[in-house]
């Protein structure tokens, strides 16, 4: 999809659910083309900052921007740049992979969905699944199916919550390639994660979230070791407190 | 667009302040005297209905409860409205305590009635069109404060009643409209005509008085309500 | 993309995963037939002047089917957060509510579609009669669906899921209930057209407000 280039800015964001407070006045801009690993505790506010900037939940205070267009404005055309994977899988469990696939590729305005269908289960390497129900699918599979189905309107910014979650080894190493591969010029990838070891391969910024605020935002560019001690010396101190 | 906080900051009225807490006695005094005099009003005052006997007094009680009901139900539909648009915790504060004083009222109209009926008519119940409303009035309450119930979250109970109380109470005249013309169809037992301006005039003044007292108690009964909320949320914003 | 299109093929996936499980169409009509042979045993006669008795039976299994089908309706989008995935999309979330809509009207329509033969066999309707049947059958479903989508949006997301719906839709739906069984009544009892006019009317007005509310809404009750 051509159009302005799709930057993120989060201008003094707060979310909160009734007396429950997820982010508490985040602050974060991010260009296009990055990729960046967002990390915390649980209930640091991870996820919902990736809802907030998919335009699932509406900040309740401040701004959310992405290629310069204020979310609340343009939500439908901007939600059509955007792809999102959440912690469950989206997928109807009675459909077939393709069933699945076709309906997104519709329901996000694609005029021929085949060939977008064909393309995103070439990449995804889900040739196999596609006839089967989703439900008979195993985790890495279904996995790779929900990318497909985030990627199919090859979006600018992609969301992906926890995507590790549950995956054994070798599942974790082939979505750490498709990860790379997505990492194209002009889109951005934001991925939140519970290992550090996995932030440090590929991301090249790492946001570290507490309590709903940004803790620590840094470029990582070989300073491996010393990003991990600081953000070990974070959770330990967020323990303490 | 309004980007200031509405859910989490509202600011809790402090617990007490000398001049709330005046104008609050002032209220329920005024509310006790009014309803004073209603009831010596309503006994003393108002000639005896010749057809109905002393039974008819309760009249006095049913047409006000049924106007509050009414009332309070108006007063959810706005301020559901109020709070869909600016999303302010005080609209659903609001529109939650005029339910439940609107059911209580509603209450009263549906146990007053049967007992004015009974006496006249011989039938406790008779589908007439009015005790028939409000009786879909009370279930529409009910439904409101039963959904209320369920929805844990603040914010989302908070949204869900305010469409709901929206699309119930847009729903009240085609009840009166439905009703009306279903019962038109089988006109026995219509026990409450729509009559007014036949009553004498001592009735007509002791009723308007009963429609005032009623609507000062509805007031005082909000007060009351909307400060139990306001207390109950400032004990849970400082510990959460 | 367009508001309808959107709702189009949502509600074309949902007739899609209807044609695979056959849950709503299966329980729900099965439901209506068990009410109907009930009150047969209940009601042994009904023609000869019960056609209130026979109106009053067939929309009380329309309802109850009605309802069945719409807690399934928003049930399906929560299993594997489903809705989110609506939500992400370009579709306006007026779209969502128009395409579970026209879904449900679909598969009530079928399970009525099977049902209303019936009377108008045993009945020995006339044609125009029929046509004011299928009317009748047609406004006072489209309200109780109309309302009860956006209900089922609600309830699904309380802790009681689908089991308040009823409570929420009930006192909501008596206007249109209490003119649908009206219409029918008349229908059925070959009355002719000329009392029925209001009712149909009420019906309408019903229909065509709580369409707008509901559209206007629905956003309100997806929101996060």
């Not at chain 3, 709503?24 to 008795?53: K, Y």
């Not at chain 3, 067939?58 to 809705?83: M, N, Q």
């Amino acid at each position: 999809m051509t159009g302005p280039e799709a930057g993120i800015l989060l201008d003094r964001v707060s979310k909160t659910f009734g007396p429950q407070v997820a982010l508490a006045g985040v602050d974060l801009e991010i260009e296009p083309g990055s990729y960046v690993a967002v990390m915390g505790a649980n209930g640091s506010g991870k996820s919902t900052l990736l809802k907030v900037i998919a335009g699932l939940a509406a900040p309740t205070r401040g701004s959310v921007r992405v290629a310069g267009v204020d979310m609340r404005r343009a939500g439908s055309r901007l939600r059509a740049m955007v792809g999102y994977v959440g912690h469950a899988s989206m997928l109807y469990p009675d459909l077939t992979a393709r069933e699945n696939l076709t309906f997104y590729a519709k329901l996000f305005g694609l005029r021929d969905p085949a060939p977008a269908v064909e393309e995103a289960v070439a990449a995804f390497d889900v040739e196999r699944a596609l006839d089967r129900q989703v439900r008979t699918l195993s985790r890495g599979t279904k996995q790779r199916v929900t990318l497909a189905r985030a990627l199919l309107h090859q979006p600018k910014v992609v969301l992906l919550d926890e995507p590790y979650t549950g995956l054994d080894e070798a599942a974790a190493v082939t979505l750490t390639t498709l990860l790379d591969d997505l990492h194209t010029p002009g889109r951005i990838l934001l991925v939140t994660l519970h290992d550090v070891a996995r932030a440090m391969s590929g991301p090249g910024r790492l946001v570290v979230l507490s309590a709903g605020r940004v803790a620590l935002d840094v470029p990582l560019d070989g300073r491996g070791v010393d990003v991990a001690e600081t953000y070990h010396s974070l959770l330990r101190s967020e323990v303490a407190s | 667009m309004r980007t200031e906080t509405p859910i989490a900051d509202t600011i809790a009225e402090p617990a007490a302040t000398p001049g709330s807490a005046r104008s609050r006695k002032a209220l329920w005094g005024v509310t006790f005297a009014a309803m004073a005099a209603l009831l010596v009003g309503a006994f003393a005052y108002a000639p005896e209905d010749l057809e109905q006997g002393p039974p008819q007094r309760i009249f006095y009680i049913h047409v006000p409860s049924a106007w509050v009901g009414f009332l309070a139900f108006f007063v959810v539909f706005v301020a559901s409205i109020a709070f869909l648009l600016t999303k302010r915790r005080r609209f659903d504060d609001v529109a939650a305590a005029s339910a439940e004083v609107g059911m209580v009222f509603t209450s009263a109209v549906l146990v007053t009635g049967p007992l004015l009926a009974r006496p006249i008519w011989g039938t406790y119940w008779s589908w007439d069109p009015r005790l028939t409303r409000f009786l879909v009035l009370w279930l529409t309450y009910l439904s409101y404060l039963l959904l209320r119930g369920y929805v844990p979250d603040p914010a989302r109970r908070a949204r869900f009643s305010a469409v709901l109380g929206i699309v119930g109470f847009l729903d009240v005249p085609i009840v009166y409209l439905s009703v009306r013309w279903w019962r038109a169809l089988h006109p026995e037992a219509v026990v409450f005509t729509e009559g007014g301006p036949q009553m004498p005039s001592q009735m007509l003044a002791t009723l308007l008085l009963g429609l005032a007292a009623f609507t000062l108690l509805y007031l005082a009964l909000m007060s009351l309500r909307l400060r139990l909320t306001r207390l109950r949320e400032a004990r849970e914003e400082a510990a959460p | 993309m367009s508001l309808i299109g959107s709702a189009l093929v949502i509600a074309g996936k949902d007739l899609r995963l209807e044609s695979k499980t056959r849950d709503v169409v299966g329980s729900a009509g099965l439901f209506g037939l068990l009410v109907i042979v009930v009150a047969s045993f209940a009601f042994p006669t009904w023609g000869d002047g019960r056609e209130g008795v026979a109106a009053g039976v067939l929309w009380i299994a329309f309802a109850f089917a009605a309802l069945l089908g719409l807690g399934r309706s928003f049930a399906i989008e929560k299993e594997e957060d489903c809705l989110e995935g609506l939500l992400v999309s370009p579709a306006p979330a007026e779209a969502i509510f128009l395409g579970k809509l026209v879904a449900n009207v679909v598969f009530t329509a079928a399970i009525e579609i099977v049902i209303l033969p019936v009377f108008v066999v045993l009945l020995s309707l006339r044609p125009s009669d029929v046509a004011i049947l299928v009317a009748a059958a047609f406004l006072g479903t489209l309200g109780l669906l109309t309302v009860g989508t956006l209900f089922a949006a609600m309830a699904v997301n309380t802790r009681g899921r689908e089991s308040i719906l009823p409570l929420l839709v009930m006192p909501v739906s008596v206007p249109v209930m209490i003119a649908a069984v009206k219409a029918t009544q008349s229908a059925l009892g070959g009355q002719g057209a000329g009392d029925v006019f209001p009712w149909m009317l009420l019906m309408l007005g019903y229909d065509v407000l709580f369409l707008m509310v509901a559209l206007a809404t629905f956003p309100q009750v997806t929101e996060e």
